[in-house]
């Protein structure tokens, strides 16, 4: 993992770096980027559970998903008719 690059912003794509290249040829590419190794993720996942249960709190409906550390899932269709 340490090999290559798992995700990269929207500026490092417009600098043409992309997800599963090699960080050397990311450095090659584009020298001044910068490399932040994911290995504490700890700050993310709290992150991303505190933004999980703020949004369910307010999902009329209740159904939340979350996809993953920067992904949710949420109907925002309401309940209009419930069957008898």
């Given at each position: 993992q340490k090999q290559i690059?798992?995700?990269?912003n929207y500026e490092a794509r417009r600098?043409?770096?992309h997800k599963l290249q090699r960080v050397t040829e990311a450095r090659k590419q584009c020298p001044e980027v910068i490399i932040v190794l994911g290995e504490d993720l700890n700050r993310f996942r709290n992150a991303?559970?505190?933004n999980y249960n703020i949004l369910r709190k307010f999902a009329w409906s209740g159904k939340v998903e979350r996809l993953g550390f920067d992904e949710v899932r949420a109907s925002t269709v309401m309940e209009v008719f419930k069957p008898s």
């Open positions: 690059i798992v995700t990269c600098h043409g770096l991303s559970k505190e």
